[in-house]
């Protein structure tokens, strides 16, 4: 059987963590879609050899949380010094309506090359872009762009139950389902798309938009227990600001983790966006059953909401992993620009608070590459994000010619030091390449530029 084997190699991180997490200058070689080895290998007849000279191999990265219909929203003048609750009804609530097919296809389109080209194979969108009569359906358009580029998609089919305030009058694009019509819908697309095994290719998750604003409190527990009958894993948002605590308090008189524990929302197939605010005694509650953390450090960043206290939470055991969150509230877009934010962040935070010896140690390089890639791997339960015999063969390689990687010491920093200044010198996902030399076969670049622009046009025109 012909294989793919990489070679020469200037570093290799394997995403495991700590004295696991590098394996040197090893070869990789890759069969049937999988891992086979590592270590000194010489070529066999028939294989396909990939000179990686000076590049670094690292596990293809895995974003845990994304919103792809957010792609064609970026810098709007609205959002530029928003906090999060004006950010929600002016920048995603009000733009909404103009999402029509076209546009959603394009932004979804042009949100998996941004992923792609930072070397990110796996993607777990959080679409919440449904509504009662909506004239296409977009949980088929985003598995049909993934399908096109070759990548791992997890569907997070969001939904309301409960209308967003900040209307007169509901409009038709805003208009909340039905509980049962939601998991109807649910189990139409499990039916069609999940793929139940480790190495999938295609995932649903049950995923209400948020506990705290979107449904009706009793809607939770038949969300969770229908999703756990069909055997998929659970996700939403929660504790982004501090309007979560308030409003948890004010009307369930209890933190935002207690209510999710109380209504069957935790577990080790539940995982969370953002969790910026929650105490030492929540953080031991999610390590205790399991559940786990989409990390938007970027997002977090961006928005103003604040910063996950992800240093506790892995030293508590909970399942760490890294996310982009949408390029509305976090243009970059990319995971490369997220392990980099990752990095600085969490010493800037210790370092702010007056530890006697800053905050350099507050999160390792190590500690980053294992999130976006292992730990995010974990939590969707699917047999990637580590270099290992066994692992599926997502594999990506960064070249490190550009300028601003000249002078690094230690080659295998430079993906998350340097963020996107890394090329991407191939991606490989299964065991076949989607990206080669920065390029994604048969994608009309210009094409994609024109059709963004159009998206972004009839979006301003409709806000004037």
């Known amino acids: 059987m012909s294989s793919i084997l990489i070679r020469g190699a200037e570093a290799v991180m394997t995403g495991l963590p700590g004295g696991d997490a590098r394996a040197g200058r090893s070869d990789i070689r890759i069969v049937a879609g999988r891992i086979a080895a590592l270590g000194r290998i010489e070529p066999q007849p028939g294989d396909e050899v990939i000179d990686a000279t000076g590049c670094v191999v690292y596990p293809a990265w895995v974003n845990t949380h994304h919103h792809l219909f957010q792609t064609v929203m970026k810098g709007t003048p609205e959002s530029l010094n928003s906090s999060l609750r004006e950010w929600l009804v002016q920048v995603p609530g009000r733009y909404r309506k103009e999402i029509d097919e076209q546009a959603f296809r394009i932004s979804a389109r042009l949100g998996m090359v941004e992923l792609l080209l930072s070397g990110c194979a796996t993607i777990a969108d959080h679409n919440y872009l449904y509504f009662p009569g909506m004239p296409f359906d977009s949980s088929a358009i985003l598995f049909e762009e993934a399908e096109r580029f070759g990548l791992r998609f997890v569907l997070c089919r969001g939904a309301m139950t409960r209308a967003q305030p900040g209307f007169d009058e509901v409009p038709a694009y805003l208009k909340p389902e039905t509980c049962e019509g939601v998991i109807r819908d649910v189990e139409r697309l499990v039916g069609k798309y999940h793929q139940p095994d480790p190495f999938a290719f295609r995932r649903v998750v049950m995923a209400p938009t948020t506990p705290a604003h979107r449904v009706h409190p009793h809607e939770l527990r038949e969300f969770a227990r229908a999703a756990r009958r069909m055997g998929i894993k659970l996700h939403s948002h929660l504790s982004e600001n501090m309007d979560y605590i308030t ?196 994608l009309d670049l210009a094409e994609l530029r024109a059709r963004s622009r159009e998206a972004v046009a009839r979006l301003r025109k409709a806000r004037a």
């Open 247 to 442: 409003y948890f308090r004010e009307n369930h008189k209890c933190s935002p983790v207690e209510f999710c524990e109380e209504h069957e929302w935790l577990g080790p197939d539940v995982w969370f966006a953002h969790l910026c605010h929650v105490t030492d005694a929540e953080i031991a509650t999610l390590a205790r059953t399991g559940t786990g953390i989409a990390h938007c450090p970027g997002s977090n960043s961006r928005i103003g909401s604040g910063i996950a206290p992800v240093p506790a939470m892995q030293a508590a055991g909970m399942k760490v992993s890294l996310a982009v969150d949408g390029s509305a509230s976090n243009e970059p877009g990319d995971m490369l620009s997220e392990a980099h934010h990752a990095w600085y962040v969490h010493r800037s935070a210790k370092g702010a608070i007056g530890t006697p010896d800053g905050g350099a140690d507050a999160v390792s390089f190590e500690d980053v590459v294992n999130w976006g890639t292992a730990g995010g791997a974990g939590i969707l339960g699917i047999q990637t994000g580590v270099l290992a015999p066994g692992f599926a063969a997502d594999v990506a390689i960064y070249s490190l010619d550009d300028p601003r990687c000249f002078g690094m010491h230690d080659a295998a920093v430079a993906p998350v030091a340097l963020g996107p200044v890394v090329g991407l010198k191939r991606l490989i996902c299964g065991g076949k390449t989607i990206v080669a030399d920065g390029k994604i076969p048969d």
